[in-house]
């Protein structure tokens, strides 16, 4: 489960979510949005700690939207996206997540398993877009 939520005072964001080298979780207030980045490789636990922890971000502020930097993302594995399909996913559109707004992956094959993956979910719950650049990505969202 999610560690107890910090603030980040530099930002002003409350940090759901903080492992050095696998990634970070915020609550971004003036997106009003989850935002998670990604910052390398996440075993099958650390991926469901992040995606738990933006889940409880997304529940205790009522959001719709999801930021995630996945530029320094790795693959993910068969297990771990059926785990988001099946587990994941579900709640996460029940609990109100209606938009997701990714960065692309560096890496091309991880680029591929996130393609693989989004295919995988109803596209009438969510809607999905990829951008190159976070600005972009932002702006996609703040436009919604």
Same mark, same amino acid.
């Given at each position: 489960m999610a560690k107890a939520r910090e603030v980040d005072v530099s930002r002003g964001y409350a940090v759901y979510f903080s492992r050095y080298g696998v990634a970070v979780v915020t609550w971004d207030p003036t997106l009003q949005a989850v935002y998670t980045e990604a910052q390398s490789w996440a075993d099958p636990s650390e991926l469901a700690a992040v995606l738990e922890a933006g889940l409880q971000a997304l529940t205790e502020h009522g959001g719709s939207r999801w930021l995630a930097d996945g530029r320094n993302m790795k693959v993910l594995k068969q297990s771990d996206q059926d785990w988001i399909v099946q587990e994941f996913y579900p709640r996460a559109v029940a609990a109100g997540l209606k938009r997701i707004a990714l960065v692309? %992956? *560096?890496?091309?094959? &991880?680029?591929? *398993? !996130?393609? =693989? $993956?989004?295919?995988?979910? %109803? &596209? &009438? =719950? !969510?809607? !999905? &877009? @990829? @951008? %190159? *650049? $976070?600005?972009?990505?932002?702006?996609? $969202?703040?436009?919604?």
């Open positions: 692309i %992956p *560096t890496s091309g094959l &991880a680029m591929a *398993t !996130v393609e =693989q $993956l989004a295919h995988r979910l %109803p &596209a &009438a =719950q !969510v809607e !999905v &877009a @990829f @951008f %190159p *650049t $976070l600005d972009e990505a932002r702006s996609w $969202l703040n436009s919604r």
